[in-house]
């Protein structure tokens, strides 16, 4: 059974405008400490299932947290843009996941830096729900 994070990843890294700035450089949850920037990260924050009559559906609306990362605002801007050209409105299947919908619902800038010196990375944390289809045992 496919996961809708490979299905996700898949999508991005598929995405030929983002790739173009990220490469491979898509990783769940955290940035690698050595990695190179730009990069992506994905983390599920929420996955409610649909019920109807005390019975499951296989429809899921999961919300995901999609962040970019750069060293400079505009890099990390460029980097938020082609998530969001990736994902929003999407309908497809992705690495065997069926998708109905992609919602793009958020997106906050971001700023890390653990020098004190405002020397630290840029980050656009956008929020997408995604509408797919789960298969039932």
């Excluded at 050595?34 to 990069?39: F, Q």
């Amino acid at each position: 059974m496919a996961l809708v994070e490979e299905g996700l990843r898949a999508r991005l890294a598929g995405f030929a405008g983002l790739s173009a700035l990220v490469s491979t450089r898509i990783y769940r949850l955290t940035v690698p400490q050595d990695a190179v920037l730009p990069a992506v990260t994905y983390q599920r924050i929420s996955g409610p299932r649909e019920y109807v009559m005390g019975q499951q559906t296989p429809l899921v609306r999961a919300r995901f947290q999609i962040t970019s990362w750069a060293d400079d605002y505009s890099g990390v801007k460029a980097v938020a843009e082609q998530v969001r050209l990736a994902l929003s409105n999407y309908a497809g299947t992705s690495a065997g996941v069926v998708i109905d919908w992609v919602e793009m619902v958020n997106d906050t800038d971001l700023f890390e830096d653990e020098t004190g010196q405002a020397t630290g990375v840029f980050g656009v944390a956008s929020d997408f729900f995604l509408h797919y289809r789960e298969v039932q045992p």
